[in-house]
């Protein structure tokens, strides 16, 4: 059955496939972000472990949402570690020992560039007509950004 929602077939498939990205963008940092919070260490154990939490927690729903939010479109969400490990810019933390201040800059660095992915979006919404699409990205990039200068201020 087709979709009639004023958004082209073509370009639905598209956005779709970007956003496919910022899921497995997302994902990989949800994980990066839970394996953090399992494993700080140090004089800012406590903080850390659960501001990483709350991360967690947020990106959690972002993923459910994003995901819906491909189908929405009519196209298949990836959900496989190899599907992600493919779209994926983040690359995953395989160190087991990675230092409290390492983890702050890892994951400084993966939310500006999930706010770099979604902002790459930004310019296929143009005459799209897909205000779903675009509130969802206004979402994710305020939240990227304020995590990111969050974060930011704890190197000082």
């Known amino acids: ?16 496939g970007s956003l496919a990205k910022l899921l497995a963008e997302s994902y990989t940092l949800y994980l990066k972000t839970h394996k953090y919070h399992w494993n700080v ?6 903080t850390l472990h659960l501001m990483f939490e709350q991360h967690y ?17 009519g196209v298949k969400a ?8 493919d779209l994926s810019s983040i690359q995953e933390d395989t160190s087991k020992d990675t230092s409290a201040n390492d983890m702050i800059k890892n994951l ?4 500006e560039q999930v ?5 790459s979006i930004l310019p296929m919404l143009e005459g799209a007509n897909d205000e779903g699409t675009n509130s969802l990205l206004g979402a994710r990039i305020e939240y990227h950004e304020k995590t990111a200068w969050m974060l930011k201020s704890l190197l000082g």
């Open 1 to 16: 059955m087709s979709i009639n929602t004023g958004i082209t077939e073509g370009k639905r498939e598209e956005i779709a």
């Open 41 to 46: 260490t140090g004089p800012m154990f406590q």
């Open 57 to 73: 927690n947020d990106l959690a729903l972002a993923v459910d949402e994003l995901a819906e939010r491909i189908r929405v479109l």
């Open 78 to 85: 990836p959900g496989s570690y190899k599907e992600f490990g």
């Open 108 to 111: 400084l660095e993966d939310h």
């Open 115 to 119: 706010v770099r992915t979604a902002k």
